[in-house]
Nanobody, 115 residues
Framework: HVQLVESGGGLVQPGGSLRLSCAAS????????MAWFRQAPGKEREGVAA????????YYADSVKGRFTISRDNAKNTLYLEMNRLKPEDTAVYYC?????????WGQGTQVTVS
């Protein structure tokens, strides 16, 4: 069983920065994709950024491209999301997601408020 624990959320002013972390523990099976999703009040959950482990390539939603950076530290089993130049529309609960070959794991989420 895999556990994903996010941290680093909080309240920040527009233009500010935050770094989210996602620590993974448990069975470290074959990981295909590690990603960050977010869900704002009254909106659908959306993918923000992802890293494809086999190729170490990344994906970013257009809304965050150039402002957010996804990275990982394999030695620490930790995924990061560096968020710069934050905007009020970035306010959401951010989730860490791990796509294994046969299962998808979600963290509990961390609140990011830009105001």
């Amino acid at each position: 069983h895999v556990q994903l624990v996010e941290s680093g959320g909080g309240l920040v002013q527009p233009g500010g920065s935050l770094r989210l972390s996602c620590a993974a523990s448990g069975n470290t099976g074959t990981i295909n994709v590690m990603a960050w999703f977010r869900q704002a009040p009254g909106k659908e959950r959306e993918g923000v950024a992802a890293v494809y482990t086999a190729y170490d390539s990344t994906y970013y939603a257009d809304s965050v491209k150039g402002r957010f950076t996804i990275s990982r530290d394999n030695a620490k089993n930790t995924l990061y999301l560096e968020m710069n130049r934050l905007k009020p529309e970035d306010t959401a609960v951010y989730y860490c997601v791990r796509f294994d070959s046969d299962y998808v794991y979600w963290g509990q989420g961390t609140q990011v408020t830009v105001s």
